[in-house]
């Protein structure tokens, strides 16, 4: 079965400092690897996805991520972290078998950010 | 409109009333989901409709219970719920995951609070 585990619940980040949230993933083939975001009592949006090719890859809001096979990771990055930024993160693993698509989500992170 | 709409965004019921949420999707897409967001938890697949599936988890109790009368429209009828299933409840779409990444699109969600 897959499974995401995102290893810190809170991360406390000042303004202009550079950002990076982990997570780890179980999974048996190669994976779909999501990144989204949810700021309070909003749904969640989608930030980045690697789905095969370059492992390095970019987001919308400045996020990048980068996935390493033999680590089984696929932790997301910001260079300069804007107040702005302040919400939950999670990451999430899709199987590729059906039609549909059956996400795996991990906890979370929630980043605070400090002025 | 476009996205994911989902009515009502707060709901509040007692113990034995029957309600209903309401999930609309104007992204053309086939496949559709409801997921269970509780606090220190992870999200939580409930169902998803796609055109070739229907898929339960087998852990959700049956006094939830989903209805896709059609490609752009979800519900989950409700009734008998208990206080534990207070919770934030997400409805997502996508598209048929062989053409496509698998991303899912969020809704806003459906605050419910059982009394």
């Known amino acids: 079965a897959q499974s995401v585990t995102q290893p810190d619940i809170h991360i406390t980040v000042s303004e202009g400092a550079s950002l990076e949230l982990r997570c780890n993933y179980s999974y048996g083939a190669t994976p779909y690897l999501f990144w989204y975001v949810q700021s309070p009592g909003q749904g969640l949006q989608l930030l980045l996805k690697y789905f095969s090719g370059d492992t390095l890859v970019q987001g919308i809001k400045g996020f990048e991520a980068e996935f390493k096979r033999s680590q089984s990771s696929f932790n997301l990055r910001k260079p300069s972290v804007h107040w702005s930024d302040a919400a939950e993160y999670f990451c999430a693993v899709g199987s590729t078998t059906g039609t549909a698509s059956k996400l795996t989500f991990g906890t979370g992170t929630r980043l605070q950010v400090t002025l | 409109e476009t996205g994911v709409t989902q009515t009502p965004r707060h709901l509040v019921m007692g113990m034995t009333n029957k309600k209903s949420l309401k999930c609309e999707q104007h992204l053309g897409h086939n496949a559709m989901y409801w997921y269970k967001q509780s606090a220190k938890k992870p999200l939580e697949l409930m169902f998803v409709?796609?055109?070739?599936?229907?898929?339960e988890n087998n852990s959700v109790p049956s006094r939830f219970s989903p209805e896709c009368p059609n490609s752009s429209h979800l519900f989950l009828h409700l009734h008998t719920l208990q206080p534990e299933d207070s919770a934030l409840y997400l409805c997502?779409?996508?598209?048929?995951?062989?053409?496509?990444?698998?991303?899912?699109?969020f809704g806003e969600g459906s605050r419910l609070t059982v009394l």
């Open positions: 997502a779409s996508s598209q048929d995951r062989r053409s496509d990444t698998g991303e899912l699109f």
């Open positions: 409709y796609s055109l070739e599936e229907r898929v």
